[in-house]
Structure formats: structure tokens, C-alpha cells
């Protein structure tokens, strides 16, 4: 008998348990007009992920319960459709296939005790058919690498959820499960034909390749077919790609959604076998990592209620990009952009910030820093008398355009978007309360290198109406802070393109520094970048979040101490 599943690729919120609630109604609703018999819903769909210290709070469990009790009630209407959703669980009942509604903790209002793991609160999955929730699965792998510590807030279970539709048993695990073995062996021993899988699985580059590869591996292991179902959208620096997708018995690729879209799609099947559905194109690295920074953007200024976002616009490739990202995650009228010149300030830069605004369509100001500049200046020289300038002055011109925007931003009620980029903030090219005040930093995971390959891909790709809106010169100048006279990056870095690769393999790859430089880099430019890495780490502890890319990325997949003496020697 043949049954149709909808994959469910939706966009939540944390925390939002009733916009959750009805987007999750609304998705029901669109799969069961087109016929649909089993929804899946993502990892933690109802309340949004991930939730982090929220889920240290009682009352965020009794708002699931509630938000639960509310979601099934809404699908009663919706005949013949069964819905699976993800959920935080503070219980004491049991999660059997077929047990009634798992009942929450008599005593929920209690505090939930740090420093031994809990006992009763877990990641869950609930079926609801008929308005009724009929089983519950509790997750058996706790990720707590990379940016995840779910063990933390969960406790594990190791029993399974497997129930019958239309004559196929369909088992249940959860995200992080199906990495390892034995979720889903211990379902299929329970007579599961098919393997369901809601996730949260946040993106990296390349990382939907892998998620096929790891399934690809439990079933060798177990035979059965997988349904893979995958959030979409941006929590603070996560960004969830979707990316659903379905593989048969022999590992082959069925049916796949797209990345960074939301939606839902229906995969029929027949007994345990999925009939073949529509598989999205794969998108190139540059596509995916420019999706991603614009649903970055679009969910972080939306979600937290910002009317739009303000930019300092230098004439430079990072400060384009960044622009270039809000246009298209909020629209021009929703994006201001800011030049600040000095007296370094070439005219090209101030031509070609003006040139990309008027391209993109945003409004556009200038405000000239030199009169402020002298007023410190001048109100700082007995204090300075007899030294040179240096990085101060140089720092004092960055301060000033921060405040600058900030104070546009306190007036406005917008945010600022900053433009460091990863390469400059691991080593601290970069100024405290200057270019790294703001509210969100746009590309601070993304090397310098892949900036420019951001840049040329967003002028030439076809599926944007407008192309070609960053300048060429922009991208073929040499990049400068123009801080003080004739001043170019590569005066105080090694060229980028060293420097990326030395950071990735340091920073993101944990190499050895005599495997980098066995690798061909010079001792000298290895000793001086993970140097710079390890002493500015006081300086990005400081920086706003921003959207994650990389597989590790500054913040919370790095946890370096700012006070240390250890030096790793290069021989």
C-alpha cells in the first residue's frame, strides 16, 4: 500500500511557541490538501532550536507541554494525517509506540539542579494522529562538540518509537542519532521498514554532501530506507540550510528540497520502497555560503524586530559585500549606507562607495571625520607630546565611525551591520568600540579570499535580476584601511591568501605548525599568524555575533583562553 509523507522544511523561531504552533498547522494543512498521510516536522520544531540556557528554565517546558497539547488539538480537523514533531520533554511517562500522551512532571515548577545531568528532561519527537499524541521518541545521541552541548540540558533514552502506516513500519530517530549505529539498529530490531529522521542540523560548507555520506552509511547497516527532514532558517550564528532529502534501500538519491528555501514536499511511497520525486540542483559553494549570509540576515534583523540595517560603506570588497547581503535579505529601502572620509580617504573610494550604493538603490550619506578627528587630536596633544603617531591615531579614525553609526543606529532605531571579516579578526586587524562596533557581523566567518569570491559570484549569478553591483575597481584595487597615507593590508599581513591558509590550518583544522610549514609556508609568516591569533583573542571575546559558515568558526566552536603562556614551537 502506498503512502504519501510530506517533508516538512520549516522556518521557527526560538521560543515562539504559538507562531511555531501555526506554522506548523499552516505546513499540516498544505500537506494534508495534497494528500498527504505522515508529516515530519523538524528537530525541535515547536519550540524552536537551539534553545540553549532556556532549556534550564521549568516554565519552558510547561509552555511545550502546552504548546503541544494545543498543536494536536489543531490537528484533530485534518483527517487521515499523521504529524511528527520535535520537542523539549520534562517528563516522568513513557515513550512506547502506542502509549497515550506522555504525561508531564507533577512537580515541573521545580528547579532543574546543574551539575549532574539530568534525569528527566530530553529532546523529543511526538506522533500525533486524531488530535491525540500516541507515542513518543526521546533522542539517544547527545551531541556536545562543534557548537552543540546538548548534554548540558538532555538526558538519553535508548528506547525506540516504531509505528504502522498503511501497512509500513516506520521507525523514529533524531538529528544527531543517525550518526551512530545503533539508533537505528535498535529500530529496525523493533520491525521498522523505514527510518524517519527530523533534524537541526546547522550549516557548514559542504556539509549537506556529508549528511548524505553518514546516511549513506546507516544504511549499509541496516538495509532500510532513510527520510531525512532538516530545519530551515538562522538562529542567532546557526544557520539551518533544509536540504531534506530521501535515499532508498541501496544508498541512491530519491528525492531532494532545496537549500535555504522553505516548503514542503511529498515523497510517495510504496510498502517501504520511496518512489522516485523531484531532487534539487546542488548549489556551488559560493551559492550556499551567499544563501546562507542572507538568511543569516533576513532572520536575525527579523526576528528580533529591527527596522532595517545601517552600514559604513569604505569603497573596500568587505564593506561592498556586507551591502550587497542586506539588499538582498531586506531590500534597498530597508538598508542605509554611510561613507565617513578622512584625509586618507582616496576619491576613488568615496566615487566607488557612491557608485555601488546608487547601483543597489540605497540611501547614501557622507559624513566627513577629519574635523572630529582634529578635535582629538587636539585635545590629546600635551598628552602625546614628543611621540610619533602610530596605530592610536590610526584607531582614534576608527572609533569615530563607530560612534558615528552607532549613534545613527540609537536614532533610528536600526542596526549595524559590521564588515570584519574572518582573516582580519583573527589576527586583529580590526579596532575595539571602532569597525567592530555594531550589532551583527555579517562575514566575520568568512576568510578574505572567499570575500572576493563572494563578490564575483553575486555580480554574475542568473538568478539575480541585478547584476554586476559592486564595482570592478573595488574588487581589483588593493585592499586598505586608509588610516594613514598610502596605506595597504599587506604593509602589516602576509598576503591573504598565505594568511588563510595558515589560519585554516591552524584554526580550523588543528594542524601542528610544523605540518604547516611542511605544508610550504614560510616559518616566519607561521610563527607571526598564529601569534596574532593567539594575542587578539581578548579582541574577538569582544566582536558581535555573527553567521557561522565554516565548520569552525570564531566564537563558539573556539574556546581559546585570552590569559595563556603556552607557545607551540614550529620545530
Known amino acids: 500500500m502506498k503512502t504519501r509523507i510530506a517533508l516538512a522544511q520549516i522556518n521557527v523561531t526560538v521560543g515562539d511557541f504559538a507562531g511555531n504552533v501555526a506554522r506548523i498547522v499552516a505546513a499540516a494543512r498544505a500537506a494534508h490538501a495534497d494528500g498527504a498521510h505522515l508529516m515530519i516536522a523538524p528537530e525541535l520544531a515547536l519550540s524552536g532550536y537551539p534553545p540553549e540556557d532556556l532549556l534550564l528554565r521549568p516554565a519552558f517546558y510547561a509552555a511545550s507541554a502546552a504548546a503541544l497539547a494545543e ?36 512537580n515541573a515548577n521545580r528547579p532543574i539542579e546543574r551539575g549532574v545531568p539530568p534525569s528527566d528532561t530530553y529532546n523529543a519527537a511526538s506522533l500525533i494522529v486524531g488530535g491525540d499524541v500516541v507515542g513518543t521518541y526521546r533522542k539517544q545521541e547527545l551531541p556536545n562538540a562543534e557548537v552543540f552541548d546538548e548534554l548540558r540540558y538532555f538526558a538519553s533514552d535508548a528506547e525506540p518509537l516504531v509505528f504502522e502506516l498503511n501497512g509500513t513500519k516506520f521507525g523514529v530517530v533524531i538529528c544527531e542519532d543517525a550518526w551512530h549505529a545503533s539508533a537505528a539498529q535498535i529500530a529496525k530490531a523493533a520491525g521498522a521498514d523505514v527510518i524517519l529522521i527530523p533534524n537541526g542540523s546547522p550549516y557548514h560548507m559542504n556539509k549537506d554532501a556529508v549528511r548524505v555520506d553518514i546516511l549513506r552509511a546507516r544504511i549499509r547497516e541496516t538495509g532500510l530506507p532513510m527520510v531525512y527532514v532538516n530545519l530551515v532558517g538562522a538562529q542567532d550564528e546557526l544557520v539551518f540550510d533544509g536540504g531534506s532529502f530521501v535515499l532508498d534501500k541501496d544508498g541512491a538519491l530519491v528525492a531532494k528540497m532545496p537549500q535555504f528555501e522553505e516548503g514542503h514536499a511529498i515523497v510517495e511511497f510504496d510498502g517501504a520502497r520511496p518512489l522516485s520525486g523531484a531532487i534539487a540542483p546542488e548549489l556551488s559553494v559560493e551559492a550556499q555560503v551567499y544563501r546562507a549570509l542572507v538568511m543569516g540576515v533576513r532572520d536575525y534583523i527579523g526576528k528580533n524586530g529591527f527596522p532595517g540595517a545601517i ?6 570588497v568587505d ?42 538603490g540605497v540611501r547614501y550619506d557622507e559624513i566627513a571625520i577629519a574635523p572630529m578627528f582634529d578635535a582629538f587630536r587636539g585635545s590629546l596633544a600635551r598628552e602625546f607630546e614628543g611621540r610619533a603617531e602610530d596605530a592610536t591615531e590610526e584607531n582614534i579614525q576608527a572609533r569615530i565611525r563607530g560612534t558615528l553609526l552607532m549613534a545613527l543606529s540609537n536614532k533610528f532605531g536600526s542596526i549595524v551591520l559590521t564588515t570584519g571579516n574572518k582573516s582580519e579578526m583573527a589576527v586583529g586587524y580590526c579596532t575595539l568600540y571602532g569597525d567592530m562596533a555594531g550589532g551583527f557581523a555579517v562575514i566575520k566567518d568568512i576568510a578574505k579570499t572567499l570575500v572576493y569570491r563572494l563578490c564575483h559570484y553575486r555580480n554574475a549569478a542568473p538568478e539575480f535580476a541585478q547584476r554586476d553591483i559592486i564595482p570592478e575597481r573595488i574588487l581589483t584595487r588593493a585592499p586598505s584601511a586608509e ?36 605544508a610550504g609556508y614560510g616559518e616566519a609568516d607561521v610563527k607571526r599568524v598564529t601569534r596574532l591569533i593567539k594575542i587578539n583573542e ?19 566552536d573556539w574556546r581559546y583562553p585570552i590569559t595563556s603562556r603556552f607557545t607551540e614551537r614550529v620545530d
Do not use: W
Open 71 to 106: 498543536l494536536a488539538a489543531k490537528l484533530k480537523p485534518l483527517d487521515g494525517l499523521a504529524v511528527l514533531v520535535g520537542h523539549p520533554l520534562r517528563s516522568t511517562g513513557a515513550g512506547a509506540a502506542g502509549a497515550s500522551a506522555t504525561s508531564v512532571d507533577g
Open 311 to 316: 552600514i559604513g560603506l569604505s569603497g573596500g
Open 319 to 360: 564593506s561592498a559585500l556586507v551591502l550587497a547581503i542586506a539588499c538582498d535579505a531586506l531590500g534597498a529601502d530597508r538598508v542605509r549606507a554611510v561613507m565617513m572620509p578622512s584625509r586618507y580617504t582616496a576619491d576613488i573610494s568615496t566615487t566607488d562607495a557612491a557608485d555601488m550604493a546608487k547601483r543597489v
Open 483 to 518: 588610516l594613514r597615507e598610502n596605506q595597504t593590508d599587506q604593509d602589516s599581513l602576509p598576503p591573504y591568501d598565505v594568511l588563510d591558509a595558515i589560519m585554516r590550518m591552524y584554526m580550523e583544522e588543528d594542524r601542528p605548525l610544523p605540518e604547516i610549514v611542511a
Open 538 to 556: 581578548y579582541k574577538r571575546r569582544q566582536a558581535p555575533i555573527g553567521i557561522r559558515v565554516t565548520h569552525r568558526a570564531f566564537g563558539r
